[in-house]
């Protein structure tokens, strides 16, 4: 699997296509197979930059609004960065996925940085251990020889974790590859901030009465309801298991109630932030890992 050029994306045809038997408008509930090309592409600043501040957006849930995002977008997209999209409508379409990394090790002063590891500083502050490589990692004040980079990983949330794996690989060759010409992408660590959620008791119920219908806020007792955490990214257990340190935290800012992310479920969806710290060697098994269990 490999990324497309442009002309090789101008001579073909659509990457959508779509497949239905003759009598559908006969059977208004036969199902209807799409089968969808995924194409992946090298990062493009010009046209990727809204749909990157928008993954970031939701990278962050409601604690994007400490981060500037156009900035991160810019040390994400800038010139000669390593990384990947997955596109479906030609290289010129908005991206369904992004994986790429930022030098953070280079990049101690930019401000949105400075933003971004405070606030994993301050979220991690409970785990001593976590904590405190992160401040030697994180801080110039430690003047650590480790370099770091920044893993950001974001889709939409209807793409299959498949995608996963390829993206992955091919961000390790092209980190490989730039090794060879200078440090920029020479990493010891990496930091991948995520989310995971938990579903919760509505507090929403629907009741009708003998004058009507009424909405009233009553919590359901949620009888079978899981206690664990899921994830958004399958991918990210594979990455725990091979880290050094993860954790999940709270986030500051909770402006929609779980009730208001309710999908196709009875319950209500409680996200929290995630944020996984991973060596270079076991972020190659964990590649690999995910290779064999995501299988296209």
Known sequence: MVKRTKQQVEEEDSDIDVSSTDDEELVEEEEEMINVDFDFFDLNPTIDFQATKNFL???FGDDNVFFTLSDLADLILKENHVGTT???DGMESDP???LSVINVTDNLENP???ALTKYILEK???KTD????LRQLLLKSSKSKFRTGLIISERLLNMPVETAPPMYRMLLEEMEKADDKDKEYKFDYFLIPSRVYKLVASTIDEEMDDEGLTRTKKAKKGTNLPQELDYY??????LEKHSLYHGYFDFTNKKVESDGRRVFTEYGIDPKFSLILIDKKSL???SEEMADKFAP
């Open 233 to 238: 990214h399958y991918e990210d257990e594979i």
């Open 284 to 286: 190659l098994k964990a």
């Open 124 to 126: 991690t502050s409970s």
């Open 130 to 133: 976590f904590n405190l490589l």
């Open 96 to 98: 369904f996925s992004l």
């Open 112 to 114: 949105a940085l400075k």
């Open 57 to 59: 957006r939701q990278l």
């Open 86 to 88: 997955i596109k479906t």
